[in-house]
C-alpha cells in the first residue's frame, strides 16, 4: 500500500492553495486537493490515482465549523463528519444532517473525513449529498475568477462527478433551516460498517395531524442522489397515519436508476428504497 | 461411558487447571511491544513487491526487466525463468490416491499462469517504495488462454485449468461402508428408503482474513539460513523449504515470532516465503516481503469451495439408514500444502453424531482457474457438519417432526460409548443428551417455538425461526498411524521438554506453535498443577526451530490435546528422575518416595525436599546416585492413541424482516463439551472467535470471481468480515464429558464455534421462511438472497 511518489503542499489560505493549483494546472501536472484523505489516500494506494502534486487544506483556517446567519447555517467544507454529527447548532436546525453523518463509517474516519471531501468525491454510496440535495443547499466553490454559488441540485452531476472543476476548491456549504422538521436518515447496509446499499434521507413537517411537507433524498439510486419527488407530492397534506405514509412511498423508486452489485441487484434496490423510505418517513414523522 | 458433569468439574479441584488465568501473553501484545515479522529489521535489509498476473490463465509470451532493473534503488529483478533450476515445487503432502494429478508449482510462474495473482517477477530493492515503484515498470507479454472458473464446469473437462494437464480432475477419493466393512450398503438403504431427502448444497469459497498479513524477512548472511515468518508452522515449513530449494535441513532456521492469527491460512508453505529465500540467497543480503491486505485476499490460499450432491434415505418414523455423499471440491489452480485433503477430514464427519448403518462418500478433487484452497478453520469438518445438519432438518420438516426430535432418534446414546461409526472411527465418549437438554433450557425452546407460531398466524413482517446444529468433530489431529493409513505425507505427533532449572524455575519447550491461542498461559497452568509450582514461574518456549527442535505445530484443534499431553507427559518423566535424586539426598528407597504439590517426602516421616533443591543438586552434580546424568530436564513425544471428539448443541433464534431480507440473530446458545477444560477464559475466546467465523459463512463472507478470472471481492470493502456489532451477544456453556484418549480428559475446542455456528443460522432462517415457500438459500444469505427467495416462493405459489 504504497502509492506513487508525489510533490506536497500544505497553503495556509484559500487564495494561495488556488494559486498553487493553478500553477500545477499550467504546468501539466496531475494535481489533487486533500481534506480528509479517507477516500484519496486509499485509490492513492491502490494506485487508481497517481497525482503529481497533492494540495493539503488541512493548515487553512476558516474552512472549519459552524457558523448562524439566521436563517441559515454555514459549514465549512473542511468540517469533520464528527463534527456534523455532534454540532449542537446543526442538531437543532439541520438534523437530518447530523443523523446521516452519524451513519458515516466509523468514529476514526468520522474525525478525518470531511463534510467538503465527501460532497466533492460523490461516491453515490456515500451518506452526506442525499440529504444535502433534500435540504437545497448552496454549495459555495473558490477558482481561479472568484467564488462562485450551485444549487445541489446542480452540483452532483454523475458517478464521483461534481460542480467543482479543476483548480477550484469547495469552502463551505450553506443550508436553509429546518427548525422544528422531524428527520431521519435509514441506511440498509450488511454489516454495521459499509457504504449505503440504499440509504433514504427524509424530512417532515407536521401540522396538527396531517404531513404539511416532506423532503427526502435517496442515496445510491443512481449514478447521482436523487429527489423523490412523487413521494414528497404524494405525502404533502397526506394523512399522519402509517398507511397513507406507506401509499405515499410506494413511489420511492420512480425515476430512479439503480446499479446491480455484489450488494444486490436494481430491482432490489427499487424495493428496498419503497420499503426503507416507509420507514424513514415514520420515524421522522415520529410515528 | 464417563460421567458427564457440568462446568466446575473435574479440572476445578486443581489449583490452575480450570482457572481463567489472564494470558500471559497480552501484556506485551496490548503495550505495543509485540514482535511481528513485519517489525524486523535488519542491517542492509532489502525489499521486495512482487509483480502478479493479472490474467486468470495465460502463456507468459516475453517479460522485459529492463526498465525495472534501472529504476533508482533496484538491486534484483528475478522471473521464473531466473530461479527455474533452484525453485523446484512448492509440496503438497498429502497425495491422497497414488494416481492423483496437480500441475508443477514453482514459486514463480515460469511458462504460465493458472490464477490471477501468480507472481511472475519479483523486485528487489534498497526501500519498500523503490520495490513497489519498479513493479510498474516490468513489462510481461501475456497470450491469453481460456478460463475455468466454475466448479462444476470445470468437472465437464470442456476448458483445462492448466495446458499441461489433460483433465482437470486431480484425484476421485471413495470411502463405502460397505467395503470398509463398517456398515452395510447405501444403495440398498436408498433402494428401500420410504423417506429419500436429495439435495445439492454449496459451500462457497472463502478466505481466511487473519489480521497479521503475512511477512516473511530470511537473513541468508550467517552459516545458516535464518527465516522470520508469520506462520502456524515453522517446524513442517523448515523441512519443505529445505526439501523444496534443495538446501540441507541443518542450515535452515525458521522462526514464527509474534503471529496475528492463521486460521488454517498459515498452515502453508507459501511462494512468497520461498520467493523470499530464493532472493536472500541471490543478493546475499537479508530481504524482508509484506503483503498488502489486497495481495493477502488475492493469493492468499481460499477454503471450502465445493459442492455437496447429497441422499438421506430414513424410514418414516425419523429412522435414518442411510447417506450418499457426492463432493466436487474446487482445489483452485495448485495443491497447496494439505489442499487435496481437505475434503478427506469432512469424510469421517458426515455420520456426525448419527449412527445409521450406511455410508458412502466420493471425492472428485478438480482444478479451476482460481486461487488455490486448503485449510481454513474446521477444514473439512464444516462442510460435512453443515450436510448432516441441514439434511436433519429437511427430514425433520418432510416428516413433520421436530428437529430435536429427529437429531436425538438419531444419534448414539450416551450409554452406547465408546461407539464405532460406520465411516470407521472410533468415539470414545460424549453425551449428546446432556448437552442439548442444558442448550434447550437456556435457550427457552417452548418459549420460542410459541413465539414463532404466534407470528406465522399474525403474519407479523418479521418472521422467526429456530436453527438447531448439533455437531461433533474430530480434533487432535492425529493419531500417526491413522494419517500414514491416509497417505499423509507426516506423522501427527507432538514434542515437549519440560527444563528444571537450578534456580527451581522451569522452561517448557512445545512444539505447538501459538499464534493468538494463548498456548504459553495454557501450558503454564499444565506444568505449575503438575510440578507444583508457581504459575509465574514457568516459561513457555515455542515457535523457533533452534529452541524447539522437534514438533508438527499448530492446527487441527491438536495443540492441547497432542501437544499438551507431550508437555505432561515431560513433566512426569521430570518427577520420575528427581525422586531418584530425592531418594538418594534423604537416604530413603525410590518406593517410598511422594511427590505432591512440589515436594518430595519420604513415605511416614516429615523429611521432604523440594524440587527446586533437587535442580540444584542435580546442576551441581557433586552429589548424585551412580550413572546419573547431571541436570534435571526430559523430553516427551505424545503421538495419540484416538481422535478426540468434541461435540455441543447449538441453538440459533433467528428474525427474518420479510421486507427486506435482512436477517439478525436474536438469540444464540451453545453448549459445548470440549472434555476436562484448562482456561476456561482461552475456551470461551475461542468460542465466541469460532461463531463469528462460522457466523461470517452463513451470513456474509464470499470470495467472488467475475467470469474473467479476476477476484471481485478484492478488499475489506466488498469481502465483508462482520465486525463486533454485526454479531450477537452470545449465550455459552458447558458440559464436560472428559475424553478418555489422553490422560487429562481435553478434547479441543479451536474450531468448535466454526463448524457447530454455520448450519444453526442457516436452519433458523429456513424454519424462519419455510412456511413462505421457501426451500433453501445459498450461503452466504444476504438481505438481497432471502428477499428474492420470498419473492420467487410467492410467485411459483410455493414451489422454487
Ligand atoms: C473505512 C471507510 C469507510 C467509509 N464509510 C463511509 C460511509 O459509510 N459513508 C460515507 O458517506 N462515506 C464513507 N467513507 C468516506 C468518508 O466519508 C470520506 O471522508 C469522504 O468520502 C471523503 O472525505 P475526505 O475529507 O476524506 O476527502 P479526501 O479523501 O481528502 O478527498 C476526496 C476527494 O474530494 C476532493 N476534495 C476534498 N475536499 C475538497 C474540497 N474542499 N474542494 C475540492 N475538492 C475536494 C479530493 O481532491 C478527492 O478527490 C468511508 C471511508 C473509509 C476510509
Known amino acids: 500500500m504504497i502509492p506513487s511518489a508525489f510533490d506536497y503542499a500544505a497553503p495556509t489560505t484559500v487564495e494561495e492553495a488556488l494559486g498553487l493549483l493553478a500553477a500545477a494546472d499550467s504546468a501539466g501536472d496531475d494535481v489533487k486537493v486533500l481534506a480528509g484523505g479517507q477516500s484519496l489516500l486509499p485509490v492513492m494506494k491502490l494506485r487508481m490515482a497517481d497525482p503529481s502534486m497533492v494540495v493539503d487544506l488541512g493548515r487553512i483556517t476558516g474552512l472549519s465549523g459552524v457558523t448562524d446567519d439566521g436563517d441559515s447555517l454555514t459549514i465549512g467544507a473542511m468540517t469533520p463528519h464528527h463534527v456534523v454529527a455532534s454540532d449542537p447548532l446543526i442538531a437543532r436546525h439541520l438534523p437530518l444532517l447530523a443523523k446521516a453523518a452519524a451513519t458515516v463509517a466509523d468514529p476514526q474516519v468520522r474525525h478525518r473525513g470531511t463534510f467538503g471531501g465527501a460532497l466533492v468525491h460523490a461516491d453515490p454510496a456515500g451518506d452526506m449529498p442525499a440529504p444535502v440535495l433534500a435540504m437545497g443547499a448552496t454549495l459555495v466553490i473558490a477558482g481561479p475568477n472568484g467564488e462562485r454559488s450551485v444549487d445541489a441540485a446542480d452540483f452532483f452531476q454523475g458517478y464521483f462527478t461534481t460542480a467543482v472543476r479543476e483548480g477550484e476548491i469547495l469552502t463551505r456549504i450553506r443550508v436553509p433551516k429546518f427548525t422544528g422538521w422531524g428527520a431521519h436518515y435509514e441506511k440498509f447496509t450488511r454489516v454495521s460498517q459499509q457504504w449505503s446499499i440504499v440509504g433514504i434521507a427524509a424530512m417532515v413537517r407536521v401540522e396538527g395531524g396531517t404531513i404539511a411537507e416532506a423532503r427526502l433524498g435517496l442515496t445510491n439510486m443512481a449514478s447521482t442522489p436523487l429527489r423523490a419527488t412523487a413521494v414528497e407530492q404524494a405525502l404533502a397534506g397526506a394523512a399522519l397515519t402509517a398507511e397513507a405514509i406507506a401509499a405515499a412511498c410506494l413511489h420511492a423508486a420512480e425515476g430512479t436508476e439503480p446499479a446491480s452489485d455484489l450488494n444486490g441487484d436494481a430491482e432490489y434496490r427499487r424495493h428496498l428504497a419503497q420499503v426503507l423510505a416507509k420507514r424513514a418517513v415514520l420515524a421522522a414523522a415520529g410515528l | 461411558m464417563t460421567a458427564t458433569t457440568e462446568v466446575g468439574g473435574p479440572g476445578a479441584g486443581r489449583a490452575e487447571v480450570g482457572k481463567a488465568r489472564l494470558r500471559k501473553e497480552d501484556r506485551h501484545l496490548i503495550t505495543g511491544r509485540s514482535r511481528f515479522t513485519d517489525n524486523m529489521v535488519l542491517p542492509g535489509m532489502l525489499h521486495l513487491a512482487m509483480v502478479r498476473s493479472p490474467y486468470a490463465h495465460a502463456k507468459i509470451t516475453a517479460i522485459d526487466v529492463s526498465a525495472a532493473k534501472a529504476s533508482p534503488g533496484v538491486m534484483a529483478v528475478l522471473t521464473g525463468a531466473d530461479v527455474a533450476a533452484e525453485q523446484g515445487s512448492l509440496p503438497n503432502a498429502w497425495p491422497i490416491t497414488p494416481d492423483q494429478k496437480a500441475p508443477a508449482h514453482g514459486a514463480i510462474a515460469v511458462e504460465e499462469v493458472a490464477f490471477a495473482g501468480e507472481v511472475v517477477a519479483v523486485i528487489v530493492a534498497r526501500t519498500p517504495a523503490a520495490a513497489r515503484d519498479a513493479v510498474e515498470l516490468v513489462d510481461v507479454s501475456y497470450d491469453e488462454l481460456p478460463v475455468v472458473m466454475d466448479l462444476e464446469e470445470a468437472f465437464t473437462d470442456k476448458v483445462l485449468a492448466h495446458s499441461s494437464l489433460e483433465s482437470n480432475k486431480s484425484a476421485t477419493w471413495v470411502f463405502d461402508s460397505a467395503e470398509a466393512g463398517t456398515g452395510s450398503s447405501v444403495q440398498e438403504a436408498i433402494d428401500n428408503a420410504e423417506v429419500l431427502i436429495e439435495r445439492t448444497f454449496y459451500q462457497q469459497r472463502l478466505i481466511p482474513a487473519f489480521m497479521e498479513p503475512r511477512s516473511t524477512v530470511v537473513d541468508p548472511t550467517g552459516e545458516q539460513i535464518t527465516v522470520w515468518t508469520s506462520t502456524q508452522i515453522p517446524h513442517i515449513l523448515r523441512l519443505m523449504l529445505a526439501l523444496t530449494l534443495g538446501i540441507p535441513e541443518s542450515k535452515v532456521r525458521v522462526i514464527a515470532p ?39 485476499l488475492q493469493a492468499g490460499h481460499h477454503g471450502r469451495a465445493q459442492v455437496q450432491r447429497l441422499k438421506l434415505s430414513a424410514t418414516r418414523d425419523g429412522t435414518v439408514t442411510g447417506l450418499s455423499v457426492n463432493l466436487l471440491a474446487d482445489m483452485g489452480a495448485y495443491l497447496g500444502l494439505v489442499t487435496s485433503g481437505i475434503p478427506i477430514l469432512g469424510a469421517f464427519m458426515y455420520n456426525s453424531i448419527y449412527k445409521f448403518p450406511a455410508y458412502r462418500f466420493e471425492c472428485n478433487n478438480v482444478f479451476t482457474n482460481k486461487t488455490w484452497t486448503d485449510a481454513y478453520r474446521g477444514a473439512g469438518r464444516p462442510e460435512a457438519t453443515f450436510a448432516i445438519e441441514r439434511l436433519m432438518d429437511e427430514l425433520a420438516t418432510e416428516l413433520g417432526m421436530d428437529p430435536l426430535a429427529v437429531r436425538e432418534k438419531n444419534w448414539i446414546r450416551h450409554e452406547e460409548f465408546p461407539f464405532a461409526t460406520v465411516a470407521g472411527l472410533e468415539y470414545d465418549t460424549g453425551n449428546y443428551e446432556a448437552a442439548t437438554s442444558k442448550a434447550v433450557e437456556l435457550f427457552d425452546y417452548q418459549g420460542l417455538r410459541a413465539e414463532q407460531k404466534r407470528r406465522r398466524e399474525s403474519n407479523d413482517p418479521i418472521q422467526l425461526g429456530i436453527g438447531v446444529s448439533t455437531f461433533t468433530e474430530m480434533c487432535g489431529l492425529a493419531p500417526s498411524r491413522v494419517l500414514g493409513s491416509l497417505s499423509y505425507g507426516a506423522g501427527g505427533w507432538e514434542h515437549a521438554q519440560v527444563r528444571v532449572l537450578p534456580t527451581g524455575n522451569i522452561e517448557v519447550v512445545t512444539g505447538s506453535s501459538a499464534h493468538g491461542q494463548g498456548h504459553e498461559t495454557a501450558w503454564s497452568q499444565l506444568v505449575a498443577d503438575r510440578l507444583g509450582v508457581p504459575f509465574e514461574n514457568v516459561e513457555v518456549l515455542h515457535g523457533d526451530t533452534q529452541i524447539s527442535q522437534r514438533g508438527l505445530d499448530t492446527y487441527g484443534s491438536r495443540s492441547l490435546t497432542v501437544g499438551g499431553m507431550a508437555v505432561l507427559a515431560a513433566a512426569d518423566k521430570v518427577i520420575e528422575k528427581a525422586k531418584v535424586v530425592a531418594a538418594h539426598m534423604m537416604e530413603a528407597s525410590e518406593e517410598d518416595i511422594e511427590f505432591t504439590a512440589g515436594s518430595f517426602s519420604v513415605k511416614g516421616t516429615d523429611t521432604s525436599t523440594s524440587l527446586g533443591e533437587i535442580a540444584l543438586a542435580t546442576f551441581a552434580a557433586h552429589n548424585l546416585p551412580d550413572g546419573f546424568e547431571p541436570n534435571l530436564d526430559s523430553d516427551a513425544t505424545f503421538d495419540p492413541v484416538n481422535f478426540s471428539y468434541p461435540h455441543g448443541t447449538h441453538l440459533a433464534a433467528m428474525e427474518v424482516d420479510t421486507e427486506t431480507g435482512r436477517v439478525s440473530i ?55 468480515v462482520p465486525g463486533a456489532p454485526d454479531l450477537p451477544h452470545y449465550i455459552t456453556a458447558r458440559t464436560e464429558t472428559p475424553a478418555t484418549s489422553n490422560q487429562l480428559g481435553a478434547k479441543g475446542v479451536g474450531e468448535a464455534g466454526t463448524i457447530a455456528s454455520t448450519p444453526a443460522i442457516v436452519n433458523g432462517i429456513l424454519d424462519a421462511v419455510r412456511h413462505l415457500g421457501v426451500k433453501d438459500i445459498k450461503m452466504p444469505c444476504t438481505p438481497s438472497r432471502v428477499w428474492h427467495a420470498l419473492q420467487a416462493a410467492q410467485t411459483t405459489g410455493g414451489v422454487q
Open chain 2, 258 to 296: 509474534d503471529v496475528g492469527g492463521g486460521f488454517g491460512g498459515k498452515l502453508q508453505v507459501t511462494p512468497e516465503e520461498a520467493i523470499t529465500v530464493l532472493a536472500a540467497r541471490r543478493t546475499g543480503k537479508p530481504c524482508k516481503y509484506t503483503e498488502t491486505r489486497s495481495e493477502s
Open chain 2, 666 to 720: 436474536r438469540k444464540y446458545v451453545c453448549v459445548d463439551d470440549v472434555g476436562v477444560v484448562v482456561n476456561p477464559m482461552l475456551v470461551e475466546g475461542q468460542v465466541h472467535g469460532g461463531l463469528a467465523q462460522g457466523i461470517a459463512q452463513a451470513l456474509y463472507e464470499e470470495a467472488v470471481y467475475d467470469d474473467a478470472g479476476t477476484l471481485v471481492t478484492g478488499s475489506f470493502v466488498d469481502y465483508l
